[in-house]
């Protein structure tokens, strides 16, 4: 499936969620995707399954991204399936895991910043132009600007600096020839995030479904994260805005 002349595209956190919904919608647009995972090899196939019946090329790259001889691997493995990128699309993250943070309490910050530098710069050598794609929340795009929601504020911070540290590479992404993009979601139905919130704040999820009028869907995350790469006219470093207006929320120290 697939051809070696096909664009490309990468993408962390592929398995499930926006990660999985974005393979499909590039896939559909005649890109072979490649993605990570972590460890749900069963979720990981039928992901593979779902792009090859597209017709396009696929590769499930098993890796723990806070493990840098595993993120080296990665690329290793890549390069013998295609030798070019034209897409990244940093959609994995962390921080909600308690087994993970009870081991490791840097986890989060190494899986929502180290972690995406790790990646970009094992991805550039095989990018000549193209664009990189990180995929955020609203609380973490402005965190410190906005009430934190129950067992998140770790998250936020934590891909915020993400955010900031890419960002930081914006100049010598475009002497590459290479825009930063930046998507950045409400909460995202069908997506773990929102349900483990809901256990710490039981009406979290309806409430904001309220005050928007409706949580944007997996689907819609993935068909905005491929339009913003796709679209010429969006400068490098702009920001897309999926589900409520990032004014919706609650500024810090306040209460509505």
Known sequence: MGAPDHPV???TGGSR????ATARALSERGYDVAFTFRNKEARAAVVVSAVEQRGAGCLALRCDMTRQAEVEQLFVRFREWRDHLNILVLSASGGLERDLVAADPAYPLRINRDAQLSILEGALPLMCGGQVVF????WAHLYGQVAQLPRYAVVAETKHAGEQALRGRQAALARRGIRLL?????LVEGTITPKLLELAAPGLTAARQEKIG???DTRQMAEA????????ALASGHTVVV???LDS???SGTGH
């Open 249 to 251: 929320l609650p500024r």
């Open 9 to 11: 595209a990468l993408i």
């Open 243 to 245: 589900g409520g207006a």
């Open 135 to 138: 995929v955020t929340s609203h």
């Open 182 to 186: 930046v998507v950045t979601g409400d």
């Open 214 to 216: 409706g949580l944007p």
């Open 17 to 20: 969620g926006i990660g999985a």
């Open 225 to 232: 994260i491929v339009m913003a790469a796709m679209d010429p």
